[in-house]
DNA sequence: AGCTCATAGTGAGCTAGACTCATAATATTG
DNA sequence: CAATATTATGAGTCTAGCTCACTATGAGCT
């Protein structure tokens, strides 16, 4: 294949993840919520009271930026810090009622937009499109490890 | 289709957006530059001389946005505000000599992440992988504009 | 028991990107 | 010429990252 098609198609790629952000962006300041907050509310979804610590490693991301980030939840009431049942040192993050009601809502939204998406595709597009998709990332995997390679000399 | 395969689906395309992201941050940073800069500098590529208006509005992003942008570039080299040879108000945003190689760098990266990513795809798994991404940023625009329409209102 | 080391969270201070609002300087137009 | 529009920026705000230093506590080893 040509190399102004493969570029061509990068650019489309790019093109959907601005797309994407911006509409995934809108409907989260709809319901008073971040990127971020809502990447945290997400995580609490499976598994409800969760340290700040495991939160801080299964969003990849400091310990300090989940200060920050259960600091605006809690100040929009969305979670609550309570005190971990063994551990002093440890604050459980815990939904509230709101809490609960956004991260549904949430689940909702994904389900809607996955929904408006691909409901309408003809399956042998949607078949070809994901693997396509498949090997894209398989891709983009292999040229973050290699250079993560590097990096780890 | 199933729900499932439509959520499973969009769930790897916000894979795929990370690891994109991921990826070019990487190479940005490499090149000491942040994604908002590069993006200038994107822009700056066709048709240097630019006002910073004019870049405001083809970033899709404030005046005042463009200010803090333009000097994190000037610090740093990459490009220098020049007079305006008719409007004494407006600055010209103008690529340096590093500024130039930059930006032929991020051109030279981006053509070589394409390859990485298309090169030794087979041409039919390309083609339906395009054809279901046409479809997908189609329905994602049809969403966007129909809630645009709410905005409006 | 006591000491050392590790872990959980936060304060302080930095960079970066985005916004608004107000303002200065300059263009444009009636 | 006077009113209005445009270009850029200062001031101040918010979010989201980071590091480094520090407190409090937990765990383990003599």
Same mark, same amino acid.
């Given at each position: ?20 952000n911006?509409?995934m ?12 907050r ?9 598994? @409800? #009271? %969760? !340290?700040?610590? *495991? &939160?801080a490693?299964a $969003?990849?991301? @400091? #310990? %300090? !930026?989940?200060? *920050? &980030?259960?600091?605006? $939840? ?40 996955a ?13 070809g ?22 990096r780890?000399?």
């Amino acid at each position: 294949m040509g190399l102004d098609d493969s570029r061509h198609a990068l650019n489309r790629i790019l093109e959907l993840t601005v797309l994407l952000n911006d509409d995934m962006a809108r409907d989260l300041a709809r319901r008073g919520l971040t990127g971020s907050r809502a990447h945290l509310i997400w995580e609490l979804r499976d598994g @409800s #009271p %969760r !340290t700040q610590n *495991g &939160l801080a490693k299964a $969003l990849g991301v @400091s #310990p %300090r !930026t989940i200060t *920050g &980030l259960v600091d605006g $939840l809690v100040a929009r009431g969305f979670v609550t810090r309570e005190p971990h049942p063994h551990d002093r040192r440890a604050a459980l993050v815990t939904f509230t009622k709101k809490g609960e009601r956004a991260s549904r809502a949430l689940e909702r939204d994904h389900i809607a937009l996955a929904h408006k998406i691909f409901d309408d595709m003809p399956a042998t597009t949607f078949r070809g499109f994901t693997r396509g998709l498949d090997e894209v990332i398989a891709r983009l995997r292999e040229t973050l490890a290699t250079k993560g390679e590097h990096r780890a000399r």
